[in-house]
T-cell receptor, first 112, second 112 residues
């Protein structure tokens, strides 16, 4: 497809489990971002990749969160030992030559 | 510390009239501003942007105004249409840094 895609669209897990969320950016976009949106809030920045490397990971809340982009395209956000407070919509975005970021539909994570 | 603020959580406007959505920011380093529109269960969609070297940018029915001295921007939609009903997010980033800081959003309802 032409847009950013994210899988799964919904993920329900139990407290303490490990989850992986996947993002496929727009073809040719070198920059990729992860944001988290909690209910009633705007998206909050987590991490930004330029190519394969994390250019800015200052938004990751703690060391349970990790993201990779090994080939400079698809990215995976990994959350270890999930907690109920991790429940949110996780959004991925990509951008090309300009600053406009194009968002995917998000993955709704629910930690029971 | 909310660096980007949207003080109106909701706004209702009659179809055909002008919708004005407001946004204030506190970080003087912000120099690029964007508006996104979000429908339920979808990711934010880019609408319009403005850099700090301009005070106005127009794209069809959408115009963004920037007042740097007041650290205030606004989005004008005219004429408003029912399809404009959505949540609108203001976002900002500093020069050379593509990390976006979002406001909490304003839910716009267009009344037919």
């Amino acid at each position: 497809g032409a847009g950013v895609s994210q899988t799964p669209s919904n993920k329900v897990t139990e407290k303490g489990k490990y989850v992986e969320l996947r993002c496929d950016p727009i073809s040719g976009h070198t920059a990729l971002y992860w944001y988290r949106q909690s209910l009633g809030q705007g998206p909050e920045f987590l991490i930004y990749f330029q190519g394969t490397g994390a250019a800015d990971d200052s938004g990751l809340p703690n060391d349970r969160f990790f993201a990779v982009r090994p080939e400079g395209s698809v990215s995976t956000l990994k959350i270890q030992r999930t907690e109920r407070g991790d429940s949110a919509v996780y959004l991925c975005a990509s951008s090309g030559a300009y600053n406009e970021q194009f968002f995917g539909p998000g993955t709704r994570l629910t930690v029971l | 510390d909310q660096q980007v603020k949207q003080n109106s959580p909701s706004l209702s406007v009659q179809e055909g009239r002008i919708s004005i959505l407001n946004c204030d920011y506190t970080n003087s380093m912000f120099d690029y501003f964007l508006w996104y529109k979000k429908y339920p269960a979808e990711g934010p969609t880019f609408l319009i942007s403005i850099s700090s070297i301009k005070d106005k940018n127009e794209d069809g029915r959408f115009t963004v105004f920037l007042n740097k001295s007041a650290k205030h921007l606004s989005l004008h939609i005219v004429p408003s249409q029912p399809g404009d009903s959505a949540v609108y997010f203001c976002a900002a980033s500093p020069f050379g840094n593509e990390k976006l800081t979002f406001g909490t959003g304003t839910r716009l309802t267009i009344i037919p």
